[in-house]
């Protein structure tokens, strides 16, 4: 039961991201939301929030390439709420490109929006939490956080930072009651995945189950997509006491794809 307790979840307007702010407030957290998107959606999103699980929703529209904005969204969490107890850095993008073809400018994109908004997060959030005496800080790595695919040189380079900078933080942090770990999702079944089915059935005409299993989870054992609902209990599992003892770990849920 998480009641009391304030979680800031980066980049939880879509997918992942949302999915874990609905289960955290299905335990009682008050949810600071943040992220891109329509205005319009952003602001149904927290309504329900507040009507299914009967916390307190919030959005702060932080982008995570602007240092300023995301101090502001910490600081202003603390402020408004006393304290900030769960911090989940899950805001992220992708470019798949050959190397030789990955504009410059992407490549700055994704290390700010994937790695380095984790350091901002992070480095705002510590002294709110030590004041606390407790903290949970998750960060939503990638398996190409520990394992690399081509043509995702940059993603795969801030993935493997958010490791590096998990493990970093756990040991600096681990007498203050605090915990930094990382989860590592698998392929997962978002809005941005599922819109390239279709379109990748038609350009190599296949099946969408085709894709599915043979491009898509070609690497994944299971052959299934990690579900929402898997991310949630890895999650829900570090942010609890007992959770207290496992830090600067990687949770792999990846269908065994890191086994091979
Ligand atoms: P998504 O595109 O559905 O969601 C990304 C979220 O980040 C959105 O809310 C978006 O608005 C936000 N965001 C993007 N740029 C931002 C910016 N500059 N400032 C603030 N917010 C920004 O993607 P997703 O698949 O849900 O991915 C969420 C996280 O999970 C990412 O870190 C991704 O790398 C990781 N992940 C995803 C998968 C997968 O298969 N989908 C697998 C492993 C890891």
Wanted: with cysteine; aromatic share 4%; charged share 20%.
């Amino acid at each position: 039961d998480l009641s009391g307790q304030v979680a800031v979840i980066t980049g939880s307007t879509s997918g992942i991201g949302a999915a874990l702010a609905e289960g955290l407030a299905k335990s009682g957290a008050d949810i600071v939301l943040n992220g891109l998107g329509d205005e319009g959606e952003i602001e149904a999103l927290r309504k329900r929030l507040e009507t299914d699980h009967g916390v307190t929703a919030v959005y702060h529209p932080a982008n995570m390439l602007e240092p300023a904005e995301i101090e502001d969204l910490v600081t202003s969490t603390a402020q408004r709420f006393g304290r900030l107890d769960i911090l989940v850095n899950n805001a992220g993008i992708q470019h798949v490109a050959r190397i030789e073809d990955l504009p410059a400018a992407s490549w700055d994109r994704i290390i700010a929006v994937n790695l380095t908004s984790c350091f901002h997060t992070i480095r705002h959030a510590v002294p709110v939490m030590r004041r606390a005496g407790r903290g949970r800080i998750v960060n939503i790595a990638s398996a190409h956080g520990h394992a690399a695919s081509p043509f995702k040189s940059a993603y795969v380079a801030a993935k493997h930072g958010v490791i590096g900078l998990t493990k970093t933080v756990a040991l600096e942090l681990a007498e203050a009651g605090i915990t930094c770990n990382a989860i590592c999702p698998g392929y997962v079944k978002t809005p941005l995945v599922e819109n390239q089915i279709g379109d990748t059935a038609r350009a190599r005409g296949i099946s969408e189950e085709e894709v599915v299993r043979t491009v898509m989870l070609a690497a994944q054992p299971t052959k299934k997509f990690v579900t929402y609902d898997e991310l949630m209990g890895a999650l829900l599992y570090l942010v609890s006491d007992q959770g207290a003892s496992t830090n600067g770990s990687s949770i792999l849920v990846e269908g065994g794809w890191m086994a091979q």
